[in-house]
């Protein structure tokens, strides 16, 4: 079968072999080389075990869509495997299944409980940003739970547990709730990992866009002792001379 009709082939009753046997028809070893390298993987650096079958995300999204309908103990399957993209599409498709209309609130608080149960298996961070934001916040934004959980994945020793807890407030900055995102930040601002100060200003970022003068506010606070790649990522959208004035403030502290 063609790896286009694959794509498109939608299982009646999806599996995680099903899914492992399809995606195959994607495999390439010059894919596979690119992806290592994308994602800085190997010994002593980020998805540390990872293997790469070589297929590329956007062909991963797609068979996701086809399988949107997969039972969550075979999602949970596809999490255990150490294939890189297999554990991708398994959280594209919870994610899918987290944004549609048609998913219950106690299935959505299924899909959040099978993504904290696996975060040993969401080791890089694309993985992360694929479905934290609807699976884990936007569960939490609709059910009302306290939000707790983020506070204590912020300080957690695993990285992408405290990516979880920041890139999770997507979600309530997309309602127009950025107390989260703001009260996390400052749990993340001394955090020794490159990849925390990135999403950390990402979503200072985006929370600026609620409301300019609340995060300028918070800046006006930190921005002399924030890391520097955290504060560039937070003023991306500020004109120059305020962005010079914030860097300024970074070299005087």
């Not at 399809?22 to 596979?32: D, L, N, Q, T, Y």
């Not at 020794?192 to 100060?197: A, G, N, Y």
């Not at 979503?203 to 006006?220: E, I, P, Y």
């Amino acid at each position: 079968m063609a790896a286009i009709e694959l794509i498109r082939e939608k299982p009646l009753n999806p599996t995680a072999g099903q899914f492992i046997e399809h995606i195959e028809a994607f495999r390439s070893p010059v894919e596979a080389m690119k992806l290592m390298r994308y994602f800085k993987t190997g010994e002593g650096q980020y998805g540390e075990g990872d293997v790469f079958m070589g297929v590329r995300m956007g062909q991963i999204f797609e068979m996701a869509k086809a399988y949107i309908h997969m039972p969550l103990e075979e999602i949970e399957v596809l999490l255990q495997s150490p294939v890189h993209e297999i554990r991708t599409g398994a959280l594209s498709i919870i994610d899918k299944q987290a944004r549609s209309k048609k998913t219950t609130l106690d299935q959505r608080k299924l899909l959040y409980e099978l993504y904290l149960r696996n975060t040993h298996r969401i080791n890089n961070w694309d993985l992360v940003d694929i479905c934290a934001p609807h699976v884990v916040g936007g569960y939490l934004y609709v059910s009302g739970e306290p939000r707790d959980v983020l506070y204590k994945l912020a300080v957690s020793e695993n990285i992408w547990e405290r990516r979880t807890a920041i890139v999770a407030t997507g979600h309530f900055i997309r309602k127009g709730d950025i107390g989260d995102t703001f009260r996390i930040a400052e749990l993340l601002l001394n955090d020794r990992e490159d990849l925390i100060h990135k999403a950390t200003g990402w979503m200072l970022r985006s929370a600026g866009q609620v409301n300019r003068a609340q995060l300028q506010k918070f800046l006006d606070k930190y921005a002399a002792t924030m890391p520097r790649t955290l504060l560039r990522y937070a003023i991306e959208h500020f004109d120059t001379p305020l962005r010079s004035h914030y860097m300024g403030l970074k070299r005087a502290g």
